[in-house]
Nanobody, 122 residues
Framework: QVQLVESGGGLVQAGGSLRLSCAAS????????MGWFRQAPGKEREFVGA??????YYADSVKGRFTISRDNAKNTVYLQMNSLKPEDTAVYYC?????????????????WGQGTQVTVSS
């Protein structure tokens, strides 16, 4: 079992930055692909980006603004969000799946955090 806890969310003005963290426990995440998803009110959960074993992939809506990294020694994954826009407002979730492959849909991920709220004001 992998337990995931997100942190770092908050209120930020448009154009600002936030860094979300996803701390894992129970298993080392070095053998897991890690994904970030978000869900805005009234909308379905959507893929933000993911990191495998040395590779990353991003949704078009965040490409060039968001960066995912991992620190296996700290068992933590990060989502650096720059140039934030009001449409980035959502609850952000991290997810884990054993193995190196990145998936852009939520179903393949076995473990999920509880989410952290990000609100971007205009």
């Amino acid at each position: 079992q992998v337990q995931l806890v997100e942190s770092g969310g908050g209120l930020v003005q448009a154009g600002g930055s936030l860094r979300l963290s996803c701390a894992a426990s129970g298993r080392t995440i070095s053998s897991y692909a890690m994904g970030w998803f978000r869900q805005a009110p009234g909308k379905e959960r959507e893929f933000v980006g993911a990191i495998g074993f040395g590779n990353t992939y991003y949704a078009d809506s965040v490409k060039g603004r968001f960066t995912i990294s991992r620190d296996n020694a700290k068992n933590t994954v990060y989502l650096q969000m720059n140039s934030l826009k009001p449409e980035d407002t959502a609850v952000y979730y991290c997810a884990a799946r054993s193995g190196p492959y990145i998936y852009t849909t939520s179903t393949p991920y076995n473990y999920w955090g509880q989410g952290t709220q990000v609100t971007v004001s205009s």
